[in-house]
C-alpha cells in the first residue's frame, strides 16, 4: 500500500537559518504530493503542491521538488522565521490522502 | 466564509456513551474524509465519501460510522465511545479524491474520552 516517511522532529533551528524536512514516500501510479503546515490549536492547511515529476511547488519562501527518481518530496526554506514554527506534514495522494507522522520546527530568535 | 466547518470543538464523554461529529462544507465539494491526529501517529483516515449516498472505510474504521445524505454533510458517529478514541478528529474536503487542488480541513474537534 501507499506509504510516506518523514524525518523525525522536532527540528529546532535559529532565525534565518536553512531548513530541510525530508519526505519519502511509496505509491501506486503517480500521486499528487504536498505539504501541509499546522499552527498550534488549528488544524492543517495547504502550503505547496506538486503534481508531476519535476514539479516545483512553492508558498512563503517554502519549496519542494517532485522528484519521481528517489521518490522523494522534500520540503526547504532558505531563511526561516519564528512565525514559520509549526507542524509540517507531507501527503501523497492517489485516490485518497495518506500523511506522515510530522515534523515538528521550532524556531528560535 | 466559505470552508469546512466542524463542531463541537470540544466534547468530553464517558465511556459507553455516542455522539455525533458535525461536519460541513459549503464548497460544493464531492469528497469528504475523517482523520484522527494522535501523537506520534500522524492523521489517520477513519471514512471516506466520494459523493452523496456513496462511504467507505480508511485506514481505521472500527468504532465510527459514517452516512452522507447530502453534498455538505459527513458526520461521523461514535457508537460506544471508549478511552482509545480520545482524539483530535478533523474532517477535510476536496473536489475530486485524487485532491489535485488540495484538501480543505475543518479546524478540529478535540474528544475526550474517560
Given at each position: ?13 535559529s ?12 505509491a ?25 515529476a519535476?514539479?516545483k511547488?512553492s ?51 | ?8 470543538k470540544?466534547?468530553?464523554?464517558k ?18 474524509s ?22 467507505d472505510?480508511?485506514?481505521v ?48 474537534t ?5
Amino acid at each position: 500500500g501507499n506509504s510516506v516517511t518523514q524525518m523525525e522532529g522536532p527540528v529546532t533551528l535559529s532565525e534565518e537559518a536553512f531548513l530541510t524536512i525530508n519526505c519519502t514516500y511509496t505509491a501506486t501510479g503517480y500521486p499528487s504530493l504536498f505539504w501541509y503546515v499546522q499552527y498550534p490549536g488549528e488544524g492543517l492547511q495547504l502550503l505547496l503542491k506538486a503534481t508531476k515529476a519535476d514539479d516545483k511547488g512553492s508558498n512563503k519562501g517554502f519549496e519542494a521538488t517532485y522528484r519521481k527518481e528517489t521518490t522523494s518530496f522534500h520540503l526547504e526554506k532558505g531563511s526561516v522565521q519564528v512565525s514559520d514554527s509549526a507542524v509540517y506534514f507531507c501527503a501523497p495522494n492517489t485516490d485518497k490522502l495518506i500523511f506522515g507522522t510530522g515534523t515538528r520546527l521550532q524556531v528560535f530568535p | 466564509n466559505a470552508g469546512v466547518t466542524q463542531t463541537p470543538k470540544f466534547q468530553v464523554l464517558k465511556t459507553g456513551q455516542s455522539m455525533t461529529l458535525q461536519c460541513a462544507q459549503d464548497m460544493n465539494h464531492e469528497y469528504m474524509s475523517w482523520y484522527r491526529q494522535d501523537p506520534g501517529m500522524g492523521l489517520r483516515l477513519i471514512h471516506y465519501s466520494v459523493g452523496a449516498g456513496i462511504t467507505d472505510q480508511g485506514e481505521v474504521p472500527n468504532g465510527y460510522n459514517v452516512s452522507r445524505s447530502t453534498t455538505e454533510d459527513f458526520p461521523l458517529r461514535l457508537l460506544s465511545a471508549a478511552p482509545s478514541q480520545t482524539s483530535v478528529y478533523f474532517c477535510a474536503s476536496s473536489y475530486s479524491g485524487t485532491g489535485r487542488y488540495g484538501y480543505t480541513f475543518g479546524s478540529g474537534t478535540r474528544l475526550t474520552v474517560v
